[in-house]
């Protein structure tokens, strides 16, 4: 069981929503679309459900061609960041609708109602109207409809959006439960890195209606392609420096030099971008070699454990979260640390040319 992207575009009144992309998604699997608010997540899974007919490229579901096949004809289900359940029926009624629809046997749609209610921790809850349940728990009603139907295809578009914190939680670990138990094809829209990151699987990037990127989600994370996909892939997203390769050493913006090693020592002499995490910029020398760059402190934000800094780099934007809570001074200036190992080298044209040193060991 395959789902097929060839050449799949899209566009409206003028207007690209999605560019040429070329996807293929195996039975079993947890696919997650990660990308900012209007990227083109929503647009290319109504592609893939038939909601919208793309306007170039082929949809191949098991190589058969459903290019024009009404989402209807197709064995597809979705959830929405809404709590779409009906209010007026129960949970049981609610999860036995698609298999009413379908003319299942009553026996049958007994079984699997039970069956999917156990799955999703909904059993003592199906005398119970939607309304009279929490957000997670409506939640996984409108989960268990859809996988009640044996689809093929589960769309979770932003699916755990309107829940607090700690639903999201139970539910990110219990999704990859459900779709393993069910073996259908899981694709799952979030703006939000960590979230690919628990639920694993493969992550597509995208990026203002391209597909950036594909693949195993450390993969994607660890070595991403080109600085777009890295930027994506970090929350807040990566911070940028120039650099410039000379012989045997890399020159950075404050004047600090690391020896250029490894797949570095091979970069032709010129100017690159360096890339890393916020979570890599520290406020104290750590490391013997770590590199100390001077920024003047704009805004501080205190998470309780955390404190994410903001600063300005002679222009360039940065954030740095660094552990603990931090007394610091808005509109000084402030020495922060970055370990060489921790750092991305892409080309001015955007392309990865050497991974960071931490990635590539892990």
């Not at 799949?8 to 699997?29: C, F």
């Not at 909601?51 to 058969?64: C, M, S």
Request: glycine content about 10%; some cysteine; hydrophobic content about 40%.
């Amino acid at each position: 069981m395959t789902l097929k992207l060839e050449g799949v575009s899209k566009a409206v009144s003028g207007q690209t929503h999605i560019y040429p992309t070329d996807l293929t998604l195996e039975k079993g699997t947890m696919n997650v679309l990660l990308g900012p608010t209007l990227s083109g997540k929503t647009s290319l899974m109504r592609l893939m459900a038939g909601l919208d007919a793309p306007n170039a490229g082929r949809i191949l579901w098991n190589d058969q061609d459903v290019t024009g096949q009404k989402v209807h004809d197709r064995n597809v289900a979705m959830v929405y960041q809404q709590f779409i359940n009906y209010p007026s029926m129960s949970v049981y009624d609610n999860i036995a609708s698609p298999l009413r629809l379908l003319g299942r046997p009553a026996a049958e749609i007994d079984a699997e109602v039970q069956k999917t209610a156990d799955l999703m921790q909904l059993t003592p809850m199906l005398a119970r109207k939607p309304l009279e349940l929490s957000g997670g728990q409506q939640q996984r009603c409108a989960l268990a409809r859809a996988l009640v139907k044996g689809a093929g295809l589960v769309l979770l578009d932003e699916p755990l959006a309107n829940l607090d914190y700690k639903l999201r939680e139970e539910l990110r670990v219990e999704i990859p439960k459900i779709f393993e138990e069910s073996g259908a094809i899981f694709v799952y829209a979030t703006t939000e890195p960590e979230e690919a990151l628990l639920l694993g699987g493969n992550t597509a990037t995208l990026w203002e209606g391209c597909v950036t990127q594909f693949g195993p989600t450390p993969e994607v994370y660890r070595q991403p392609v080109d600085a777009t996909t890295a930027r994506v892939f970090s929350d807040p997203p990566m911070n940028f420096l120039q650099v410039s390769k000379t012989g045997g050493k890399l020159l950075f913006g404050d004047g600090q030099t690391t020896p250029a090693t490894g797949k570095l020592a091979d970069l032709p002499d010129g100017r690159y971008n360096a890339g890393f995490r916020p979570n890599h910029l520290e406020i104290g020398r750590h490391t013997a070699d770590a590199m100390k760059f001077t920024a003047r402190l704009t805004v501080t934000e205190l998470t309780g454990s955390e404190t994410f800094v903001h600063l300005d780099h002679h222009g360039e934007r940065w954030v740095g979260l660094v552990h603990g809570v931090h007394d610091l001074a808005l509109g000084t200036d402030l020495d922060v640390y970055l370990d060489p190992s921790h750092v991305y080298i892409f080309g001015e044209d955007g392309a990865l040319v050497a991974s960071a040193a931490y990635a590539l060991a892990a």
